[in-house]
T-cell receptor, first 113, second 112 residues
């Protein structure tokens, strides 16, 4: 049973527009959420995170929104740039589970010039 | 520079052979992890270790083995019992109890 789901395997966006990547989770014990960005043949790199006590966290062009009642989070990239083209993984962890990361299946973002 | 290093980057193995993937970190992290990535799938946890000389199975441990004799090193052996070993393998480490993990560059294993 997938506890973290990214239902869109791919997303195509025009340069300069907003990219919205979505993530849903089922485990109500998750209390910390992260987004990782991954280029082909490289390891994922940390992008942005949010604690369950917040509903929004912003870092430059990247904003993560958390809706705990809906068990849903989203990553907004504004404005999107061609260099943002990568696979984005949503991950979640629970303090009482040793903060082990559970990953979603990833969404491939393609930003067209 | 501090970081986590996986070697080799590409690895080819004949069917029926065991192969060991290396993972070394100089971040002084207690916890280390091995993940597997298949096309179109997320990262699935193979094994993890939270302290030296101790490790636990992840979600897909069958056909794999690990050791944690040193804090810095967490090698993964892909045994001949692993039925579908061709994949991209990622090693990660983290401070004990921390949420954010740091990843190596990965090893792409191909069975020929």
């Amino acid at each position: 049973d997938q506890q973290v789901k990214q239902n869109s395997p791919s997303l195509s966006v025009q340069e300069g527009r907003i990219s919205i990547l979505n993530c849903d989770y089922t485990n109500s014990m998750f209390d910390y959420f992260l987004w990782y960005k991954k280029y082909p043949a490289e390891g994922p790199t940390f992008l942005i995170s949010i604690s369950s006590i917040k509903d929004k966290n912003e870092d430059g062009r990247f904003t993560v929104f958390l809706n705990k009642s809906a068990k849903h989070l989203s990553l907004h990239i504004v404005p999107s740039q061609p260099g943002d083209s990568a696979v984005y993984f949503c991950a979640a962890s629970a303090y009482n589970a040793g903060n082990m990361l559970t990953f979603g299946g990833g969404t491939r973002l393609m930003v067209k010039p | 520079d501090g970081g986590i290093t996986q070697s080799p980057k590409y690895l080819f193995r004949k069917e029926g052979q065991n192969v060991t993937l290396s993972c070394e970190q100089n971040l002084n992290h207690d916890a280390m992890y091995w993940y597997r990535q298949d096309p179109g799938q997320g990262l699935r946890l193979i094994y993890y270790s939270q302290i030296v000389n101790d490790f636990q199975k992840g979600d897909i441990a069958e056909g794999y083995s690990v050791s944690r004799e040193k804090k810095e090193s967490f090698p993964l052996t892909v045994t001949s019992a692993q039925k579908n070993p061709t994949a991209f393998y990622l090693c990660a480490s983290s401070i004990q109890g921390a949420d954010q993990a740091f990843f190596g560059q990965g090893t792409r294993l191909t069975v020929v």
